[in-house]
């Protein structure tokens, strides 16, 4: 039995009823649970969502840098459709976070945007990876433009570690959210970390959910392709969801 | 800044979240079934391979 076929049956029942209930968990935690944060009043709630979808776009910016450099070694398609789905989730949650930053920020700092390092440097991350879709995009079936992007794909993510610890470094105008000195912000109450918990519970089971589905997806599309050409070769014409003519 | 005010961002923020999970779910499907409409011409065209 493949990994593959393992992952199956859990992957696809399980888990997309697990991430709906952890969600509407964490959806509870959020708004019924914690209590208001002495400061900035109900909009810090914001925090739980974002600090969340940061985490998620780290970690699938992370598995496609994995996922790619093991593709660059053995050369495994299997590795390569993982990258590529990792990277189209990992951008969805990092336009959540450069979306969800914003309209926290206008009522707290009183404005829309600054070029805070953490900021600056999240933008510089996502454009890497849109880089990288839209050479995906264009390069098709190509092997050379894979090997470019799963390089890219690794070069990129040594900008999530720069994101982590920009606010010590540079002093910006980002609060360090975790944790903090004493007075300075941070989570203080026990009840926010357990609502933080849920969340990223709820959002690590959505973010595995849509990476196996998109990585599903791509598995089709290139058996479909090769199926296709072998149909060709025996004397057809034949096309990818319209994709090629 | 009133608190109001305030309910308006964070419903906003939540309210941007799950229009970019709908988006890239509407994707999913979209794609989905274009390679649903690939598999059926292809077992058409099998099937038109097999008659003749």
């Known amino acids: 039995m493949t990994i593959r076929a393992r992952i199956a049956p859990v992957a696809d029942t399980v888990l997309p009823g697990f991430a709906f209930v952890a969600m509407l968990a964490a959806l509870a935690c959020v708004f019924l649970y914690v209590p208001n944060e002495r400061m900035q009043g109900a909009v810090q709630r914001i925090f739980y969502f974002h600090v969340n979808a940061a985490w998620s776009a780290f970690f699938g910016f992370g598995l496609a840098a994995l996922a790619s450099a093991v593709f660059l070694w053995r050369t495994d398609a299997t590795y390569d459709r993982l990258a590529r789905a990792a990277v189209e989730v990992g951008m969805l949650f990092c336009t959540m976070v450069l979306c969800t930053g914003p309209i926290w920020a206008r009522p707290i700092w009183g404005t829309w945007w600054t070029w805070d390092p953490r900021l600056t440097m999240t933008v510089i991350l996502w454009t890497i990876y849109a880089v990288y879709l839209v050479l995906r995009a264009m390069g098709e079936d190509d092997p050379q433009i894979a090997r470019y992007a799963a390089v890219l794909a690794i070069v990129g993510v040594l900008d999530v570690p720069l994101i982590m610890v920009s606010v010590r470094l540079w002093r910006g105008m980002h609060p360090s959210v975790i944790s903090a000195p004493a007075g300075q912000g941070g989570i203080q109450d026990a009840r926010m970390i357990v609502a933080l918990v849920v969340t990223l519970v709820a959002f690590t089971s959505l973010f595995l959910w849509l990476v196996w589905r998109r990585f599903e997806a791509l598995r089709l599309e290139d058996e479909l392709r090769a199926l296709e050409d072998d149909v060709d070769a025996l004397g057809g014409r034949a096309t990818v969801g319209g994709a090629t003519p | ?52």
Not at chain 2, 2 to 20: E, K
Not at chain 2, 21 to 27: K, P, Q
């Open chain 2, 1 to 52: 800044m009133t608190q109001p005010d305030r309910f308006w961002f964070l419903f906003s923020a939540y309210g941007a979240i799950w229009v970019l999970l709908a988006l890239f779910l509407v994707h999913l499907g979209r794609r989905h079934r274009a390679l649903e409409r690939a598999l059926d011409e292809l077992r058409r065209r099998v099937g038109g391979d097999r008659s003749r």
